[in-house]
T-cell receptor, first 113, second 111 residues
Framework: NAGVTQTPKFQVLKTGQSMTLQCAQD?????MSWYRQDPGMGLRLIHY???????DQGEVPNGYNVSRSTTEDFPLRLLSAAPSQTSVYFC????????????FGPGTRLTVT | DAKTTQPTSMDCAEGRAANLPCNHS???????VYWYRQIHSQGPQYIIH???NNETNEMASLIITEDRKSSTLILPHATLRDTAVYYC????????????FGTGTRLQVFP
């Protein structure tokens, strides 16, 4: 198993550009989530999904969209990037919503100029 | 709202046991205690979780007090590779459906 994979590893965007951060898992996990991590802020939950077709907001959802059309994939979309979205983004998955023993991906470092 | 309280930082000598405390005095009856760690620049790593009984796996032991208001993560023989930020999180199954990470405890293991 590859576990949780994220692409790209690094990305630089200009303000106003859009992009999609990709996340995939090959463990047939129901639950997937996106976090961002900023210096001194710890990890903050952006969006999560308890199964295909079901998504919900976390602590800091503004400026981000998600969808879950398959069990394996959970992309995170930035529609109009802002400098405040400069961060490290982590995707995670767990077997189901009952026990959140999550596997995390390696992260995507995003810079918005 | 912060549901857990952890010390900001701790030190531990290599080879000794590292005991990381966590206070969760408002924990509800169906909430689990989870521990994760994050080594610099890497994604967080799940360590262990428990409800009321003590738990042990290949990485660590989790001791939960009888009243469940606090817990301790024990790394029995700390190594330099255990230097990381350790997060204690409480969460109920199908409650909020999400883990909320606080700021954790920065554990420094020294030679």
């Amino acid at each position: 198993n590859a576990g949780v994979t994220q692409t790209p590893k690094f990305q630089v965007l200009k303000t106003g550009q859009s992009m999609t951060l990709q996340c995939a898992q090959d463990m047939n996990h129901e639950y997937m989530s996106w976090y961002r991590q900023d210096p001194g802020m710890g990890l903050r939950l952006i969006h999560y999904s308890v199964g295909a077709g079901i998504t919900d907001q976390g602590e800091v959802p503004n400026g981000y969209n998600v969808s879950r059309s398959t069990t394996e994939d959970f992309p995170l979309r930035l529609l109009s990037a802002a400098p405040s979205q400069t961060s490290v983004y982590f995707c995670a998955s767990s077997y189901n919503r009952d026990i959140l023993a999550q596997y995390f991906g390696p992260g995507t470092r995003l810079t918005v100029t | 709202d912060a549901k857990t309280t952890q010390p900001t930082s701790m030190d531990c000598a290599e080879g000794r046991a590292a005991n990381l405390p966590c206070n969760h005095s408002t924990i509800s009856g169906n909430e689990y205690v989870y521990w994760y760690r994050q080594i610099h620049s890497q994604g967080p790593q799940y360590i262990i979780h428990g409800l009321k009984n003590n738990e042990t796996n290949e990485m660590a032991s989790l001791i939960i007090t009888e009243d469940r208001k606090s817990s301790t993560l024990i790394l029995p023989h700390a190594t330099l590779r255990d230097t990381a930020v350790y997060y204690c999180i409480v969460c109920a199954p199908r409650g909020t459906d999400k883990l909320i990470f606080g700021t954790g405890t920065r554990l420094q293991v020294f030679p």
